[in-house]
């Protein structure tokens, strides 16, 4: 795969195109995809994707928090795996968003000499989504490339889309946002040094440093598998402010205790999987209390695995 961080500069023949944001690499994101670079091989020319970063929706000011389900290079990687050849991760800035569906389009053919675009039924794009479906057909014609729409992903009736993910994260259904991605939800951090509490009640946790800009699920104790390089740890992790040993406003941490391992993680990067939610966050009388509540929660945790 090759891995663009802007159209300057790209020269591509006889592309075969599709373009959306793709944040979280979802069940429907995975299917147009998979139909992409099926006909893209099997015509013989490049599958290529035009994704954006920042998100439109947070340049135009119609999301105050971006609250991505991917970093911009994990997203790639995803798109990548499914066998794209081309990924451009395209900035955008208010140039771009004024930018009328003619002049997106020209520049898109002077990079990619388009040949075929494929998108889903609601796409637009270029300046208050004037390209819509009928004005890209329309475009087709003057650019020289076929226009093929896909339907959209159900899921019991419900379009599969990442603003429905991101609202399961934040109600804690781990397991439901897992069904529309296709995959468990995954949270990357570097271990930073922490306050080692966990250490001296003799349950060590990993403190993940968190792109600030991700989407976090909501507070509470989580069952996880814990990636370090090619290794899988079961692992609990717990997602909240620590109100036992907290009095003030804190910023929610992600904590995760590794079952079986016994090694310094400092510096490290983990990666987080959620698999399952085990129950809120809760101040407790005791630290006693506590740390029995914890051990209850790794035999649950081992359970789920």
Known sequence: MLYFRSLDGVEIKNSWLTIGSFDGMHRGHHAILVKLVDEARK???PAVVITFFPH???VLGKRQNAWYLNTPDERAELIGDLGVDVVVMHPFNPDVANLTAYEFIQHLDRHLDLKHLLVGPD????????????RLAELGDVFGYSLEVM??????DVVISSSQIRAKLFEGDVAQAARLLGRPYRITGKVVPGDARGKAIGIPTANLSVWSERTIPKSG????????????????????????????????????????????LYGQEIKLDFVAR?????????????IEQIHRDIEAARAIL
């Open 151 to 156: 339907p959209p992903v159900v899921n019991s």
């Open 123 to 134: 796409f637009a794009l270029g300046k208050g989504r004037e390209g819509n479906i009928q």
């Open 56 to 58: 439109p929706a947070v």
């Open 43 to 45: 015509n013989r020319f």
């Open 278 to 290: 085990v129950r809120d966050e809760q101040r407790f009388p005791s630290v006693q209390a506590l």
């Open 221 to 264: 104790v989580y069952v996880c598998k814990a990636w370090i390089g090619e290794r899988v740890w079961g692992s609990v992790a717990n997602i909240g402010v620590r109100p036992t040993f907290e009095d003030g406003v804190v910023s929610p941490r992600v904590e995760a205790h590794l079952l079986d391992f016994d090694a310094d």
